[in-house]
């Protein structure tokens, strides 16, 4: 089982990067996918998850209107599509998957059980 994400960089505020994770070994298609970031010496933080159908997304308050994550159950992908962005957005992006199928949404990092190995996203001021 392995969740590859990728699509980070650099960018200057006000930029946009679409972040992709790629799920392989295991069907994702039943599964509720979110993102979280981590930032050099902070915790990991919830950012955006969607259900297994995408018909249920939530956001962080911080992302809330510059972010969108989607999915497309066929190719077993995930997305951020990350917009606007600020220097705060600075982290290292990690997608995430649950086990379980057909659940809701979750914010919360206990509950997922596959994780990818991050992407760096760099937003300069």
């Known amino acids: 089982v392995q969740l590859q994400a990728y699509g980070g960089g650099l960018v200057q505020a006000g930029g946009s990067l679409r972040l992709s994770c790629a799920a392989s070994g295991r069907t994702f298609r039943r599964s509720t996918m979110g993102w979280f970031r981590q930032a050099p010496g902070k915790e990991r933080d919830f950012v955006a998850t969607i259900n297994w159908d995408g018909g249920s997304t939530y956001y962080a308050d911080s992302v809330k209107g510059r972010f969108t994550i989607s999915r497309d159950n066929a190719k077993n992908t995930v997305y951020l599509q990350m917009d606007s962005l600020r220097p705060e957005d600075t982290a290292v992006y990690y997608c995430?998957?649950?086990?379980?199928?057909?659940?809701?949404?979750?914010?919360?990092?206990?509950?997922?059980?596959?994780w990818g190995q991050g992407t760096q996203v760099t937003v300069s001021s």
């Open positions: 995430a998957a649950q086990r379980e199928y057909y659940s809701g949404t979750s914010a919360y990092t206990d509950e997922y059980d596959y």
